[in-house]
């Protein structure tokens, strides 16, 4: 099946700095999904992307899906601490109607 | 989630013993999933069920089993032979989604999870 690997593993920032991660793949994904989970909580979807190229955006999050749709990314500008949480790629398995969880990306923003 | 709900919200389970997690939902979603989460870790699917009397094996579902009796309800219970059984176990649901003629991809929704811990 489909599966992603997802990095960096664990993230700290300032807050007011940038942060991004990083989904990819070695074959082509149908669709990318994203979600966060913020620390003793459940996922919450955010987005998907589903075409070569698109790009999203949500206030201060910007997602994008690569042209060949083999990665994708997330970028928070500013970060606040209301950002703080772990953030999850996942895709689609082809003939199968589940989700690949990639491992996620822990971001804590200092004060 | 509005709409998914995981009981009870912390379990204790003793040597041998098999328990049972509960999931309901209401969105009248075809699909229901059970994940694992260990701390610090990412999302493994233990089964998953497309339709009423049906559920797939995921990654990781020895010393797992479920039923789908109902399409509101698809509970999972951990049995004795699952000798690592502490974790965060999280339900999600949605629609089904198609490949063809035109790929439509569903987002899933979970419910707020049950931990689940050895006495």
């Known amino acids: 099946g489909q599966q992603v690997m997802q990095i960096p593993q664990y993230q700290h920032v300032q807050e007011g700095e940038d942060f991004t991660t990083y989904c990819n793949s070695s074959?082509?994904?149908?669709?990318i999904q994203w979600y966060k989970q913020r620390p003793g909580g459940h996922p919450v979807f955010l987005i998907q992307?589903?075409?070569?190229?698109e790009v999203k955006k949500q206030k201060r999050l910007t997602f994008q899906f690569g042209e060949a749709k083999k990665n994708s990314s997330l970028h928070i500008t500013a970060t606040q601490t209301t950002d703080v949480g772990t953030y999850f790629c996942?895709?689609?398995?082809?003939?199968?109607?589940?989700?690949?969880f990639g491992t996620g990306t822990r971001l804590t923003v200092i004060p | 989630d509005g709409g998914i709900t995981q009981s009870p919200k912390y379990l204790f389970r003793k040597e041998g013993q098999n328990v049972t997690l509960s999931c309901e939902q209401n969105?009248?979603?075809?699909?229901m999933y059970w994940y694992r989460q260990d701390p610090g870790q990412g999302l493994r699917l233990i089964y998953y069920?497309?339709?009423?009397?049906?559920?797939q094996k995921g990654d990781i579902a020895e010393g797992y089993s479920v039923s789908r009796e109902k399409k509101e309800s698809f509970p999972l219970t951990v049995t004795s032979a699952q000798k690592n059984p502490t974790a965060f176990y999280l339900c999600?649901?949605?629609?089904?989604?198609?490949?063809?003629?035109?790929?439509?991809?569903?987002?899933?929704?979970f419910g707020d999870g049950t931990r689940l811990s050895i006495l």
């Open positions: 999600a649901s949605r629609t089904l989604g198609r490949e063809y003629p035109s790929p439509i991809y569903q987002p899933q929704h």
């Open positions: 074959t082509t994904l149908s669709n």
């Open positions: 969105l009248n979603h075809d699909a």
């Open positions: 996942a895709v689609d398995q082809t003939g199968a109607n589940n989700l690949f």
């Open positions: 992307l589903v075409k070569s190229g």
């Open positions: 069920s497309q339709i009423v009397n049906d559920f």
